[in-house]
């Protein structure tokens, strides 16, 4: 019971936590005002924004596993996984920050200004992550005195 509990209180500190890092870069951007009138459905920058948080999550998901793998000391140790977050990460960064480079209004407008924060956001987390995990691949092979 105290461990569900935690691990709910886990995950409302960490979905509060990035819902103020979307908000800071939308502030850091100039984008934070909502739009006068709201544009309903998908737009082209809506889905180019949307698919950069894919990359983002991908990148989350990528690097995640590959520092599980790096710590339980499995296979190549989360080399590629940590590669493939490093990749991922920093192609929803580049295209998160893209989308709101060129993005005239806030929230509601129809630019995709949410989902291109969420990507940067997301990107950034992934790209610390496959250097956390690559840093310890490269820490444990040291140790163990194995030629990279």
């Known amino acids: 019971m105290k461990r569900a509990f935690a691990m ?14 979307v908000h800071s870069v939308l502030v850091v951007a100039h984008l934070s005002n909502s739009a006068a009138t709201t544009v309903q459905g998908l737009t082209p920058r809506r889905i180019w924004a949307t698919m950069a948080m894919a ?19 499995i296979g190549n ?17 580049i295209n998160g920050g893209l989308n709101l480079a060129v993005a ?13 924060a969420a990507a940067f956001v997301l990107g950034l ?3 610390a992550l ?3 995990t690559l840093s310890r691949s ?4 040291l140790q163990s005195g194995q030629a990279i």
């Open 8 to 21: 709910i209180l886990v995950g409302l500190f960490a979905a509060a936590l990035f819902a103020a890092l």
């Open 77 to 93: 140790r989360g080399r590629k996984g940590a590669i493939l977050a490093l990749l991922t990460g920093a192609l929803a960064v």
């Open 125 to 127: 987390i992934g790209i």
């Open 138 to 141: 490269r820490r444990t092979v």
């Open 55 to 73: 990359l983002g999550i991908a990148g989350v998901i990528a690097g995640s596993m590959a520092l599980v793998r790096a710590a339980r000391r």
């Open 130 to 132: 496959g250097v956390l």
């Open 104 to 116: 005239t209004g806030g929230p509601g407008s129809g630019n995709g200004v949410v989902g291109g």
